[in-house]
């Protein structure tokens, strides 16, 4: 009965904490807003949004909605966040690598990187990006192409656009390939415990991959075609290079500063994964006759990914997060297009603040669980 | 014998191979040296790629013949085992050396031979190429102190200075007064902060002027935000993590939702949520500083990174402990605070430096809200019309800065690690 007690009290108290604050919260605010007289409620996403986004995955102006603004900003930031996580890995296994590489001067570059990407605000870093270092760039008219057809100048990179014809067939060609490598590995999975055979599933993905998208080229089911950047004058001194593809300097700079400075935490990730594979392991698999391609394939890195991976996914949350700092350099992610811009035009704080909140919520949980899932998959069974 | 590979080594011929060798690695390295410091090169009979590339080859060459195992000469060894494992890591060495060298001089000539301190004014550095440190020196006091008056400066360095001076008064404690040395840090101490931050650098009283929160700015304001970060963040995710680990389901629920809100969100939607959000939660009379919902708002929101941080400290602990400690008789809170929590803080301690280092890292976000510390700051600097075009500098400067804070953070919080470390 004493402990009885003693368990419930303090549950009970903090339970009326978390009631009176929230309770607190909620009656002030509605005092509040009736006292300016917003009335609480999402119809505002369907209104006109009225106003104009400069970078935008899908076709957007004034004309839509806040629903449709919303979804610009999200899809912005969703890109951001993608082409970040790619640089980052790559760079950060280069670097993750290079930190264990038995010369000296490599060790300790990869150290210096790591040290001091590392130890600056990414804030700043950004900046530095878009206002000191892309700042430097020429202007279109004076730019040398770089690789021929891509032209790096302070508007921005212009690269060639691909022009596809009937692109969804190119993509269930992938698709088909995708799912006949899953069945190829299963067999080969099979195979492998039932008679000790060995296909070279490797290859055979990468083939197909290529095969099969190459079958729709060839059959002229898919086209494409190349839209070459060509300088346009648009006013006596201001030059573009229209047909192509233009990235604002703002997503370069965001995509610079996020991925190098996620890639230094990648770095140590890899890093600890590698090293905390003990030497033992890999004598072990040697001795049992495996080959070193198949000793790295099938004793080290099954082990190192099981430490890589967690820390690194959490990284790529960071990163995600950290994507909403576009706001700063006005690169048109959710938080300036939706808890900035729309925020300014109707006012609505409550509801424009919880669903960006909401939505990043959302993203990280739904990736910590898929992680949780992923973890519990790979953790070592024990017998 | 005849050696099929000519590069390689043995250790009768070695001698003749040192010598040849050092010499290609010399005249590489040489010939790179001269092209990026004097801009000479001497090899413009060669055609194109093949120019650009001859020192990389005649360096690859040369480490090639010196790589032996056991020569005898300790320095060649070093090197050899160090940077010439193989031809892969000898190509890579070249090329380090070979970019450090053509850097260096433009670096160098930007930096410092031909930058500007001199003068007041931007006319000092429109004659040079280099960079322009008059503009840190004018803006000197400004990234320091943001816009608050020049003539009252001394408050914030002399609340600086006591509150250095009272943060070591722990050091001084003996005998029976460090029994209270943890109450002290925990609660006495940020009451102190807070009555000399607010009398001396706000002022309003004793006959100092007030200086309103929005003049506050520059590195002391980063340092204000992230001092008070620290001292409270810690204690409430220490409490957060004991709930989350708690028995009672209603406390570790609680808990648990309290922290996966918070690290699920960017610090930038959480910082918006306090300057635009919270004052329609508040009483429509009620005011709170927009420094004050800030700081607030970065503590509630680093407390759920430190919580995770010290139950990951908790976690590691064996159950032993726990058994041990409730064997003795030990209640709940008496077993936390006398047997697991020493224990646990200990193991985190490279974990909580780096959610601190976090937490100094993010303080420039403040600018959301309109306020500025260094790197805002900056942001007023770069846009002044007088002094257009020295962003770069800014940025440098503020990095060089930040880099001093952050590293010299993150070593301390090694040595503490190491100080604190017990075998078991």
Redesign the interface.
């Given at each position: 009965m004493n402990h009885k007690i003693k368990?419930i009290i303090?549950?009970?108290l903090?339970?009326l904490f978390?009631v009176a604050v929230i309770g607190?919260?909620t009656i002030?605010?509605q005092?509040?807003?009736e006292?300016r007289g917003i009335d609480f409620g999402y119809g505002f996403l369907n209104q006109e949004s009225s106003f104009d986004v400069q970078f935008s995955l899908i076709e957007y102006d004034g004309s839509h909605s806040y629903a449709k603004a919303y979804l610009v900003g999200l899809l912005n930031t969703i890109l951001v966040s993608v082409l970040g996580i790619i640089f980052c890995t790559i760079i950060g296994v280069i670097i993750g690598i290079a930190r264990l590489?038995?010369?000296?001067?490599?060790r300790n570059?990869a150290a210096w990187y790591v040290?001091?990407f590392?130890?600056?605000?990414?804030?700043?870093?950004i900046?530095?990006w878009y206002?000191?270092?892309l700042?430097?760039l020429p202007l279109p008219e004076n730019t040398e192409p770089l690789f021929g057809v891509t032209y790096l100048t302070v508007k921005g990179y212009y690269i060639p656009r691909l022009i596809w014809e009937n692109f969804d067939i190119l993509i269930y060609s992938i698709l088909a390939a995708i799912i006949s490598i899953v069945f190829i590995r299963n067999y080969a999975r099979k195979l492998q415990e039932e008679k000790g055979q060995q296909l070279p599933v490797l290859l055979i993905s990468v083939g197909l991959l290529l095969v099969f998208p190459a079958i729709t080229f060839v059959t002229g089911m898919v086209q494409l075609e190349v839209a070459l950047p060509v300088l346009k004058q648009l006013s006596k001194t201001s030059f573009i290079y229209a047909e192509g593809l233009s990235i604002p300097p703002e997503l370069l700079a965001l995509v610079l500063a996020l991925s190098l400075y996620t890639a230094t935490f990648v770095a140590e990730c890899v890093r600890a994964g590698i090293q905390g594979i003990s030497k033992g392991q890999k004598e072990a698999a040697a001795s049992v006759g495996l080959t070193p391609n198949q000793i790295l394939k099938l004793v080290i890195m099954p082990q190192a990914l099981r430490i890589i991976i967690p820390p690194t996914t959490n990284q790529y949350l960071n990163l995600t997060?950290?994507s909403?700092?576009a706001?700063?350099i006005a690169y048109p992610d959710l938080?300036l297009v939706f808890?900035g811009t729309a925020?300014m035009q109707t006012g609505r704080?409550?509801e424009i603040?919880?669903i960006?909140?909401l939505t990043?919520?959302t993203?990280?949980?739904s990736i910590s669980v898929l992680m949780n899932w992923y973890n519990k998959k790979i953790a070592i069974k024990e017998k | 014998m005849i050696n099929i590979n000519i590069l390689k080594p043995t250790s009768s011929n070695f001698q003749t191979y040192l010598y040849i060798g050092s010499a290609l690695i010399f005249i590489g390295i040489f010939d790179v040296f001269l092209r990026s410091f004097f801009n000479i090169n001497y090899l413009t009979f060669l055609p194109g790629s093949l120019n650009f590339l001859f020192p990389l080859i005649i360096g690859l060459v040369g480490l090639q013949m010196i790589r032996l195992e056991y020569s005898g000469n300790r320095i060649v060894d070093k090197i050899n085992q160090n940077i010439n494992n193989n031809t892969f890591n000898a190509g890579l060495t070249l090329i380090i050396i070979f970019l450090t060298l053509l850097v260096i001089p433009p670096a160098l000539d930007w930096m410092i031979l031909e930058a500007t301190i001199s003068g007041d004014t931007k006319e000092a550095c429109v004659a040079t190429e280099g960079a322009c440190w008059t503009y840190i020196k004018v803006w000197f006091r400004r990234f320091m102190y943001g816009m608050y008056p020049n003539d009252f400066h001394w408050r914030i360095n002399t609340a600086f200075i006591v509150l250095i001076a009272f943060a070591f008064v722990g050091y001084f404690m003996r005998g029976k007064l460090k029994n209270y040395i943890t109450f002290y840090y925990a609660i006495l101490y940020p009451i102190i902060a807070f009555i000399i931050i607010n009398f001396l650098i706000s002022g309003g009283s004793f006959g100092l002027e007030w200086v309103e929160t929005n003049a506050w700015g520059g590195l002391s304001l980063t340092f204000i935000v992230s001092f008070f970060g620290l001292i409270f963040c810690f204690p409430l995710g220490m409490i957060l993590a004991l709930g989350r680990r708690s028995e009672l389901p209603i406390i570790k629920y609680i808990s648990i939702g309290y922290i996966e809100f918070w690290r699920g969100v960017p610090l930038i939607t959480v910082l918006f949520m306090s300057s635009v959000m919270f004052p329609m939660f508040l009483p429509s009379d009620a005011f709170v500083d927009k420094l004050i919902r800030v700081i607030a708002a970065i503590i509630l929101f680093e407390a759920a990174y430190v919580a995770e941080v010290i139950r990951g400290g908790l976690q590691a602990l064996p159950r032993g402990q726990y058994d041990a400690a409730k064997s003795l008789g030990m209640g709940y809170w008496k077993m936390q605070i006398f047997v697991i929590l020493p224990q646990a803080l200990k193991l985190v301690i490279p974990g909580i430096a780096n959610t601190f280092l976090a937490l100094v890292k993010d303080t420039p976000l403040i600018f959301v809200v309109g306020l500025s510390e260094v790197v805002g700051m900056l942001q007023m600097a770069k846009t002044n019309p007088k002094w257009l075009g020295y962003a770069m500098e800014g940025y440098i400067f503020a990095s060089i800065l930040f880099w001093a804070i952050c590293y010299a953070m993150s070593k301390y919080s090694q040595y503490l690690e190491l100080k604190y470390k017990t075998e078991r």
């Open positions: 368990s303090p549950q009970l903090t339970l978390v607190f919260f002030n605010a005092l509040n807003m006292e590489s038995p010369n000296y001067l490599i570059t040290e001091f590392r130890n600056v605000p990414l804030l700043l870093q900046f530095f206002y000191a270092a700042r430097a997060k950290n909403s700092l706001a700063a938080v808890a925020l704080a409550i603040v919880s960006t909140m990043y919520l993203l990280s949980l | -």
